[in-house]
């Protein structure tokens, strides 16, 4: 995957209830904490594995991430224009063991240190009262 030629995107899967919160409230954390802005880019990192795309799951899910890409662009939050793919879920391939909870194992790595722990702070931030009590 390294090199950028399976297809596949370095992503996380979310799995939450619907009963505490939503989809919408989700990708509200997402387009706060991550750049939708650059086309297969991330910080440093540079390949079609590093693009930005959710991955939806139903047709309630794509018509809301779609929603929320207008509405985003609509009230220009960002100076660019999101391009971030909203792709159908076909499958999602786990991680290797040493990428499993790498920023809690790893927090004085250069990149966690550099692009990991300011998305974290500024998650924390923006969310407290999201945040596990």
């Not at 194992?105 to 998650?123: A, D, H, I, S, W």
């Amino acid at each position: 995957m390294c090199n950028g030629n399976t297809g596949h995107a370095e992503v996380c899967q979310i799995t939450y209830d619907a009963d505490i919160i939503s989809f919408g409230e989700l990708l509200t954390v997402f387009w706060s904490v991550h750049d939708p802005t650059t086309l297969n880019r991330q910080g440093a990192d540079v390949g079609t594995q590093y693009r930005s795309v959710i991955f939806y799951h139903n047709e309630d899910q794509k018509r809301i991430a779609e929603e929320q890409i207008k509405v985003v662009n609509e009230q220009k939050l960002y100076k660019d224009p999101i391009v971030t793919e909203v792709t159908a879920f076909a499958n999602f391939f786990v991680a290797e063991d040493y990428h499993q909870e790498y920023f809690a194992n790893n927090p004085n790595q250069g990149y966690c240190r550099m692009v990991v722990g300011p998305k974290v702070e500024k998650f924390q931030k923006l969310f407290t009262d999201q945040l596990k009590k």
